[in-house]
């Protein structure tokens, strides 16, 4: 049926399931729609008039029937809420340690970045078999990265970074589409997503056109050259924070609250560093807002997060 493009190709691990709750739904919405409609049409003839001073017989009620329409339908909804609930977890929690790939949507384009260094626009080339987590932003308005042949599609937003998770299953060439308006080339942001075999994978992203520097490396020559250098030393004797072994750990703010270090939160310490200021420092960081582009702060972003990863 793949042929048929209402019925793009399973190519991911949650695929199938994502059809299954989908036909699922079509199922009993079907099966529903001909009770009510064939119940319509049989009364209709069952129970027409059939002569001027025809008087119908009074109904006053019926317990059994009424516990039963009430308590039928509560299973059927509470059963499709555990299908999507389960579905729903699967798309929303990546497996430990996937591939982090980043992107970035702009009016109108794709542009991707390997953790290796490796750029490509409009195209997302990923290995067969292995979990790949995008990391994505805009740097203008909404975008919606969607890929329908693995069921996964999320919005893509400026000034925030949102996640998604898929394992391609399959090798060969998917369409990758932007589902949400954008302006006027909208219906021309598109893209195709490249399954290569593990191996193929990565002699490409080793290629003759890989990068020369790794994300990190990008992001620890900015780290330099910006100056963050002065101040977030690796001893604690800077005059900001220590960013060695913060990833994914709680950070105590100056106001009591604790704050989870991630990728978020990375993000809005750089761009707007009075928004939440570390127990024991004083607010004297420079905004960074409108100064450095995406795809840098995603890098710098990638440098901090490796500082964390040379521990382990
Ligand atoms: Cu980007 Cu629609």
Known sequence: ???????????????????????????????????????????????????????PEQNHGNLALELSWTIIPLFLALFVFLLGAD?????????????????VGKQWMWKIQHESGKREINTLHVPKGQPVRLTMTSEDVLHDFYIPAFRVKNDVIPGRYTT?????TQTGEF??????????????????VIVMEPADYHDWLMGASAGGESMAEAGQRQFQELGCETCHKTASSGRGPSLVGIFNKQEKLANGQEVTVDVDYLRESILQPRAKIVEGYEPIMPVFEGQISEQSLLQIVSYIKSLSESEE
């Open 1 to 55: 049926m793949s042929d048929f493009p209402l019925f793009p190709a399973q190519a991911s691990t949650v695929a199938w399931q994502v059809d299954a709750l989908y036909f699922f739904l079509v199922a009993l919405t079907v099966v529903f729609c001909v009770l009510v409609f064939g119940m319509v049409a049989v009364f209709a003839i069952k129970y027409r008039r059939r002569s001027d001073d025809e008087q």
């Open 175 to 192: 369409h990758l589409f932007c589902a949400e308006f954008c302006g006027t080339q909208h219906s021309g942001m598109i893209g195709k």
């Open 87 to 103: 579905v729903f977890f699967r798309l929303q929690r990546a497996p430990a340690d996937p591939l982090e790939i980043y992107a």
């Open 164 to 168: 998604m998770w898929f394992e391609a």
